[in-house]
């Protein structure tokens, strides 16, 4: 059974970093790629980031140069460093992971709100 546990969202002000955690079971790991999807209010769900078994990353650009996905096998942990954040980055995150020729999955989310 797969199951993808997000942690570390929370309210920040505009500026500010938070620190997101995915938790991953029932996967092999190490060959998925993992990554982050993220749905404000209204809109439709939208890719992050991503990072595959090679460490190769991929970004939304509205995130570039602010957010940093990474991951650690052993732990079986994607991790998602949000920088320099925006009220506009306000959603939903949600653990995302996939691997050609099977189904992908989310985990539950986490809330992410950026307001002063």
């Known amino acids: 059974q797969v199951q993808l546990v997000e942690s570390g969202g929370g309210l920040v002000q505009p500026g500010g970093a938070l620190r997101l955690s995915c938790a991953a079971s029932?996967?092999?790991?190490?060959?998925?790629?993992m990554g982050w999807y993220r749905q404000a209010p209204g809109k439709q769900r939208e890719l992050v980031a991503t990072i595959n078994s090679g460490g190769g990353t991929n970004y939304a650009y509205s995130v570039k140069g602010r957010f940093t996905v990474s991951r650690d096998n052993p732990k079986k942990m994607v991790y998602l460093q949000m920088n320099s954040l925006k009220p506009e980055d306000t959603a939903v995150y949600y653990c995302?992971?996939?691997?050609?020729?099977?189904?992908?999955?989310w985990g539950q989310g986490t809330q992410v709100t950026v307001s002063s």
């Open positions: 995302y992971t996939y691997l050609p020729g099977y189904r992908p999955y």
């Open positions: 029932g996967i092999m790991f190490s060959i998925n790629t």
